[in-house]
């Protein structure tokens, strides 16, 4: 054979074994693989991710917020700001829902690094979400983890709450607080792809880490059922009583706040929340509440409470006879009354419980370690937020309508038992 054959020879086979070497690293790559996850980040201080469903009526505020998110982002920052984005069919930009890796913007654009794409799924699945918030932690440990969830958002009641309640259609009266009105989505959210929902006793289930801090960017999640339900799952639980505004938070001017160190700046956040709402000009009529709850606490507020309620109930005629045109709901929607206001009228003119009550009072401050209202409007017929304590509650009402929902209330969260709110189903 000549030289010349043999190096033609020599470099044919050096290119197949080129090509087959160029075949297996494409087959092997994980990077070239769209089921396979992208290698965790380097760890950092803190990651907080925002469980944001998008596919709600509320899409387009949503999609305020994303922006606002990017906009308050500083890239300097150490840790992680993540979106969990089930898109609204109104969008054109992402197709399926998708993990998004906050980055500074000051477009109306969403630039945000996409980490990864999930394919059609309902958001509301428990193993769905729980499948994303184990992404965001594998995927960008911290030493310390936030959560958001931004929904639709009915305090406690279920989803189900038309078919515990034996009335068709339900308006609450002030006078006796013996019904309620059942208009709005129960739970969280409200998928409208899916049309399931998220009870709150589920997400306690599913939530795989006990995290710093949990933001409800929902309506009326301040309540104390959701957050005594929630008190293993988080150290530090925020929301609002009443309904939250459109515009949620101005994340644009508080999402540093989340940031800092050793702990996350709640105080800040809530606060500058309120002044954001409270220098909004005087013909936009928006009333705007938010507590910041430190649930370690809230065993000791429900011994507390237990111990009032087990007197109320020794006598029930007297403490409903209180309450009776005199303890206001807080929120036309749902029958939930101030916490401290639902206690404090059981020990009207009663020096008896004097000591009693001021150590409910100590055990509600404890817990509430932040609470800020802004009120533009007052409702006659509606507690004003000015006299908002900072978490609300249900109060079992004496109708045989509410049978039903008064045991689901008892029987499925942890609060009633350890507040003595059931010994109220069970007096006479």
Not at 315 to 341: A, I, M, R, W
């Amino acid at each position: 054979m000549s030289k010349s054959a043999v190096f033609f020879r020599f470099v044919h086979i050096g290119c197949l074994l080129v090509l087959m070497l160029l075949s297996a690293c494409n087959k092997d790559d994980p990077q070239t693989d769209p089921n396979t996850d992208p290698a965790p980040a380097p760890e950092k201080n803190r990651t907080v991710l925002f469980y944001m469903l998008d596919d709600l009526n509320l899409w387009d505020y949503m999609e305020t917020s994303l922006n606002q998110l990017e906009e308050g982002w500083n890239d300097e920052i150490d840790g992680n700001l993540l979106v969990y984005l089930d898109p609204s069919p109104h969008l054109t930009q992402f197709s399926s829902p998708v993990l998004l890796k906050i980055v500074h913007d000051e477009t109306d654009a969403i630039r945000s690094e996409v980490i990864k794409t999930y394919p059609e799924q309902d958001p509301f699945d428990l193993t769905v979400m729980k499948g994303v918030l184990e992404d965001a932690i594998t995927l960008f440990p911290a030493s310390s983890q936030g959560l958001i969830i931004g929904t639709h958002g009915s305090a406690w009641f279920p989803n189900n709450l038309n078919d515990l309640i034996d009335v068709s259609d339900m308006g609450h009266a002030e006078e006796d607080h013996t019904t309620t009105s059942t208009d709005l989505t129960k739970a969280l959210g409200s998928s409208e792809r899916f049309g399931t929902a998220l009870e709150v006793k589920d997400l306690a289930q599913i939530l795989p880490i006990k995290y710093d801090f949990l933001i409800f960017h929902a309506c009326m999640m301040g309540n104390v059922e959701t957050a005594y339900e929630l008190r293993d799952k988080c150290a530090f639980m925020v929301g609002c009583m009443e309904v939250l505004p459109s515009p949620a938070f101005p994340y644009n001017e508080i999402i540093e706040y989340l940031y800092t160190k050793p702990q996350a700046d709640l105080y800040h956040f809530s606060k500058k929340s309120a002044e954001w709402y409270d220098a909004l000009p005087d013909d936009l009529i928006v009333n705007f509440d938010i507590s910041v709850i430190r649930t370690d606490r809230l065993e000791a507020l429900a011994s507390a409470t237990h111990t009032l309620l087990e007197k109320y109930a020794a006598d029930p005629d007297s403490y409903y006879g209180k309450l009776s045109g005199n303890l206001l709901f807080v929120t036309e929607d749902l029958p939930l009354c101030d916490l401290n206001q639902a206690i404090q009228w059981g020990c009207k003119d009663d020096p008896a419980l004097a000591n009693d009550y001021q150590t409910f009072v100590d055990a509600l401050d404890a817990a509430i370690v932040q609470q800020w209202s802004v009120t533009r409007a007052d409702t006659p017929t509606l507690t004003s937020p000015d006299d908002f304590c900072g978490m609300s509650c249900y109060v079992p009402m004496r109708d045989t309508r509410l049978t039903r929902l008064n045991e689901y209330y008892k029987t499925q969260y942890s609060w009633p038992v350890a507040a003595g709110f059931d010994l109220l189903i069970s007096a006479k």
